[in-house]
């Protein structure tokens, strides 16, 4: 969403998969977000109707230190339908 404010109206119509974390873990969270990955790759196959509908997203809880381009490097590591976000 490269910046711009998220709402609840932001995602309307589609359905969340939120993942809570920070950019510099490094053990829990790379594992978990590959399963999630792996969730949407096989929704992707089997369920493509579904998959339209799912969005993972990224929530950072170190607002502080995940800025948007320490994110977007993170991202880069991870499914590319993740949605990172960072809070003020």
Excluded at 16 to 44: H, N, W
Aim: net charge neutral.
């Amino acid at each position: 969403l490269e910046g711009n404010l998220v709402t609840n109206r932001s995602f309307e119509g589609k359905w969340l998969l939120l993942y809570f974390g920070f950019a510099r873990c490094p053990d829990i969270c790379p594992s978990e977000m590959m399963k999630v990955g792996q969730v949407m790759d096989t929704l992707k196959k089997d369920f493509p109707k579904l998959y339209e509908k799912v969005v993972p997203v990224f929530v950072s809880v170190d607002p502080a230190r995940d800025s948007l381009k320490a994110l977007k490097a993170y991202g880069t590591d991870f499914h590319p339908d993740y949605v990172f976000l960072t809070g003020a």
